[in-house]
């Protein structure tokens, strides 16, 4: 290496220069991609090395190339079946990316054509449906694969996408998923637009028994009303159903965000003593638990004597702190400020939690 270095001019000093450098998988696959693209130049390379090629077009989303590609390569006169339908799969999940999904569609077909059901060529499919908003579709497909809790997932979709709730395609999807927090919800959402409370009470006692204690909270958030962070909770559920409401909780395993939300719902009828209880009802299970400490600081408030700077910096923090995003993905940290089913960073189902600490990490 010192006649490098010496032919460079650098000095001994400088030999970190040298030592390898943290791998870049961006710089790399634009590597791969110049020298493969160089060996097709000279001669038709071999169907996995242009295939390869396509993928890593796709990866660095240069569609265009990566269709072209393949489209070529299906021109090619010496491939057997099992090459035509993966570069037809292939071409189709180009097309899914370049959102053109007609296309895509078309694609996927012909690679089911000549290499039968495979469960990664369903699996694009039922994507597909969904990506384009055939909800109905989505969820056939998903059941036909056995996946019931994406099938649930997407009758409920479908139930809620016309101008009134279609209750039949709820119970469909309970009957599928008997656990899916999203039809329990859309249904519940449904009476609270009716206004029809004994229902919904009715409905979260039933849900809240299936759908297991993680995911309870999903069942109470819409009646609270979280839209105007300015604001305490506002109460949705009216004053004469809290207590049918309340009953309802204790009867369920002890669950913080049960505690938490019945504590909510309290404050917001004025029955500010019986909140503060159970708050800390809440505090006990996890004493960490910052919204039950926000929640009972709040309540506090009025009890304190503060100068006007003090008051003043209290509300910014205070205002900040119900800004923060309530919820987090169980499996990868993604924080949310809305509820979701498909965390949409790593596509997991179900792995939303509240989020406990105001420290937890990720974004
Ligand atoms: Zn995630």
């Not at 970190?16 to 791998?23: E, S, Y």
């Not at 961006?26 to 993928?55: F, P, W, Y």
């Not at 290499?115 to 908003?133: F, M, S, V």
Request: with cysteine; hydrophobic share 45%.
């Amino acid at each position: 290496m010192q006649w490098l270095k010496s032919l460079l001019g650098l000095r001994d000093d400088y030999t970190d220069l040298f030592l390898p450098v943290p791998p870049n998988p961006a710089q790399d696959a634009l590597a791969a991609i110049d020298d493969l693209s160089r060996a097709m130049k000279n001669h038709q390379g071999a169907v996995e090395t242009c295939s390869a090629l396509g993928n890593l077009y796709r990866m660095r989303g240069e569609l265009d190339r990566a269709i072209q590609m393949r489209s070529s390569l299906l021109q090619r006169p010496d491939l057997d079946r099992e090459d035509q339908a993966r570069i037809w799969f292939e071409l189709g999940r180009d097309y899914s990316r370049a959102g053109i999904l007609d296309r895509a569609h078309e694609a996927l077909l012909r690679c089911r054509e000549i290499g039968g059901d495979i469960p990664a060529l369903e699996l694009e499919l039922a994507l597909l449906h969904a990506k384009g908003g055939d909800f109905m579709a989505a969820s056939r497909q998903y059941a036909k694969m056995g996946h019931a809790p994406q099938a649930a997932h997407y009758l409920v979709r479908a139930a809620a996408s016309g101008d009134a709730t279609d209750l039949g395609l709820l119970a469909e999807a309970r009957e599928i998923y008997p656990a899916s927090p999203e039809a329990w919800l859309e249904g519940i959402m449904h009476q609270i637009r009716r206004e029809d409370w004994d229902e919904v009470v009715s409905l979260l006692d039933q849900g809240l028994g299936v759908v297991g204690p993680h995911l309870g909270f999903v069942l109470l958030d819409p009646l609270l009303d979280f839209d105007d962070p300015a604001t305490p909770v506002k109460a949705i559920l009216p004053a004469d159903s809290l207590d049918a409401l309340l009953a309802v909780i204790d009867r369920h395993p002890p669950d913080l965000s049960s505690l938490y939300c019945a504590g909510c719902l309290l404050r917001a009828h004025g029955r500010v003593e019986e909140a503060k209880t159970w708050q800390e009802k809440a505090l006990l299970l996890n004493p960490a638990y910052w919204p039950a400490r926000l929640e009972l600081l709040t309540m506090s408030l009025p009890e304190q004597r503060m100068t006007p700077v003090f008051t003043l910096q209290l509300d910014f923090l205070l205002h900040r702190a119900r800004e923060a995003k309530r919820f987090v993905c169980g499996r990868c940290g993604l924080k949310r400020g809305q509820i979701f089913f498909c965390c949409p960073k790593c596509l997991s189902w179900h792995s939303i939690t509240i989020r406990q600490l105001l420290s937890d990490e990720a974004s």
